[in-house]
C-alpha cells in the first residue's frame, strides 16, 4: 500500500497470508493506493491491477460534558474533571477545544487535555482579575494520535477566594 500509485513510498510492504489487512495511522481525507502479489513453490506472479481508496475526512467532533456546569471549588487541585469519549477509526491532524467557563477571575484558572499517556496544559492562569473563559484554543501535541478512547478535560482553581 503507497501513497502514490508508482508505489515509490510505501506505507505498508509486507508478505502476509491473509485476506485482509488492518492498519493504523492513515491520514485524513487522502487516497491510498494497493496491490497484490501471490507467491507459491511455482515462484511469484505478476501485481494484481493497481486499486485505490481514500480515507474519510473528520473535520469537527462536538463533545459536551453531561455533568456540566457545576461549581469549581476554590484552590482545589482536584479540579472539575470531564471525561469524554471519542469515535473510532480516526488520526487527529490538528486539535482546537471551544471553552466557555464562567468564573470571576481567570487567572486562578489551568486547564488540561489528557488522552492516553499524554496530558497537556492549554490554559495556565492567563488573564488576571479578568472573567469567564470564553475561547478557542489550539492544543498541540496529539498530532498523528488515535482519536478513539477516553479524553479527560480538567479544570483547577489553584488559589482562594473567587469562585465559578
Not at 30 to 41: I, L, P
Not at 114 to 122: E, L, S, V, W
Not at 130 to 146: L, P
Amino acid at each position: 500500500m503507497a501513497s502514490d500509485p508508482g508505489f515509490g513510498a510505501p506505507v505498508v510492504d509486507l508478505i502476509a497470508s491473509a485476506s485482509s489487512l488492518k492498519t493504523k495511522l492513515l491520514d485524513s481525507a487522502k487516497t491510498y493506493y494497493w496491490r497484490v502479489q501471490s507467491t507459491n513453490g511455482c515462484g511469484d506472479s505478476e501485481f494484481s491491477e493497481v486499486r485505490s481508496f481514500e480515507t474519510a475526512t473528520l473535520s469537527n467532533v462536538s463533545a459536551a460534558c453531561p455533568s456540566l456546569p457545576r461549581v469549581l471549588i476554590d484552590n482545589d487541585p482536584n479540579g472539575i474533571v470531564c471525561d469524554l469519549e471519542a469515535p473510532a477509526g480516526f488520526v487527529i491532524q490538528d486539535l482546537t477545544l471551544d471553552i466557555e467557563i464562567q468564573h470571576t477571575y481567570r487567572g486562578d484558572l489551568t486547564l488540561t487535555l489528557g488522552h492516553g499517556a499524554t496530558t497537556k496544559t492549554f490554559f495556565a492562569e492567563e488573564g488576571g482579575a479578568t472573567d469567564n473563559v470564553q475561547a478557542s484554543f489550539d492544543v498541540a501535541g496529539f498530532e498523528g494520535a488515535a482519536l478513539t478512547g477516553e479524553w479527560r478535560l480538567k479544570v483547577v482553581d489553584g488559589a482562594g477566594q473567587d469562585v465559578g
